[in-house]
T-cell receptor, first 113, second 110 residues
Framework: NAGVTQTPKFQVLKTGQSMTLQCAQDMNHNSMYWYRQDPGMGLRLIYYSASEGTTDKGEVPNGYNVSRLNKREFSLRLESAAPSQTSVYFC????????????FGPGTRLTVT | AQRVTQPEKLLSVFKGAPVELKCNYSYSGSPELFWYVQYSRQRLQLLLRHISRESIKGFTADLNKGETSFHLKKPFAQEEDSAMYYCALSGPRGTYKYIFGTGTRLKVLA
C-alpha cells in the first residue's frame, strides 16, 4: 500500500496563477483533510471531507476550493495564487471519526512569487 | 474554544538527558489527544495517543485533566529523537476536526 500520496512535490507559481494539488489514499479511508504548515503556526486545517460527497471548511479556507472526487481522491485548488499561500501543504486521511490517527502524505512545497 | 498550546518553539537537550515537551489544551468534554512527530524530510506520523496508553520509542504521555495537559516525556534523549513534535486534539465527536499545536522542535545535542 502506498498510503497517502500527493502530487506534485514542489511547485512554483506566479501571483494570480491557478493550480490543483492532488491527494489520493489507498486505505479505504472515509475522511480526508488538507492542512498547510507554516513556521511558527503549526498545521492549520484548510478543508476536510468527513465522507465521500461532503466537504467542510476548516480554519483557513479563504483562497482555496476542494473536490472530493471519489472515496480515494481529494484535491485542493488555488484559483488565484497569492504570496501568502506560500507554504507546505499536507493531505491526511483517517478511517472516519476523530478517535483515529491521521495518516499523512509527504507534502507539497508551494512557492508563490 | 478548543485550543492546543505548545509553549516552546525549540527545546535543546543533551544526549542522555530527560526530555519533556509541553502540551496544554482547552476543551470541554473528554478529549482525544495525540502526539505526532515529523523527522527531517519525512511526513508526519503518529507517535502516540492517550487512549492506547502505550510507550513508543521510549516516549510516554499522561493525560492530566486537572491541569489540562498532555506532556510528552522521555527519560533519556537520543540523537535520533531530534525532530518536530506536534500535539493534537480531536473532536468534538461528529465534527471530524483535529486541532494541532504550533509544534516544538527538539534538538538533541551530542
Amino acid at each position: 500500500n502506498a498510503g497517502v500520496t500527493q502530487t506534485p512535490k514542489f511547485q512554483v507559481l506566479k501571483t494570480g496563477q491557478s493550480m490543483t494539488l492532488q491527494c489520493a489514499q489507498d486505505m479505504n479511508h472515509n475522511s480526508m483533510y488538507w492542512y498547510r504548515q507554516d513556521p511558527g503556526m503549526g498545521l492549520r486545517l484548510i478543508y476536510y471531507s468527513a465522507s465521500e460527497g461532503t466537504t467542510d471548511k476548516g480554519e483557513v479556507p479563504n483562497g482555496y476550493n476542494v473536490s472530493r472526487l471519489n472515496k480515494r481522491e481529494f484535491s485542493l485548488r488555488l484559483e488565484s495564487a497569492a504570496p501568502s499561500q506560500t507554504s507546505v501543504y499536507f493531505c491526511a486521511s483517517t478511517p472516519g471519526g476523530v478517535v483515529y490517527e491521521q495518516y499523512f502524505g509527504p507534502g507539497t512545497r508551494l512557492t508563490v512569487t | 474554544a478548543q485550543r492546543v498550546t505548545q509553549p516552546e518553539k525549540l527545546l535543546s537537550v543533551f544526549k542522555g538527558a530527560p526530555v519533556e515537551l509541553k502540551c496544554n489544551y482547552s476543551y470541554s468534554g473528554s478529549p482525544e489527544l495525540f502526539w505526532y512527530v515529523q523527522y527531517s524530510r519525512q511526513r508526519l506520523q503518529l507517535l502516540l495517543r492517550h487512549i492506547s496508553r502505550e510507550s513508543i520509542k521510549g516516549f510516554t504521555a499522561d493525560l492530566n485533566k486537572g491541569e489540562t495537559s498532555f506532556h510528552l516525556k522521555k527519560p533519556f534523549a537520543q540523537e535520533e529523537d531530534s525532530a518536530m513534535y506536534y500535539c493534537a486534539l480531536s473532536g468534538p465527536r461528529g465534527t471530524y476536526k483535529y486541532i494541532f499545536g504550533t509544534g516544538t522542535r527538539l534538538k538533541v545535542l551530542a
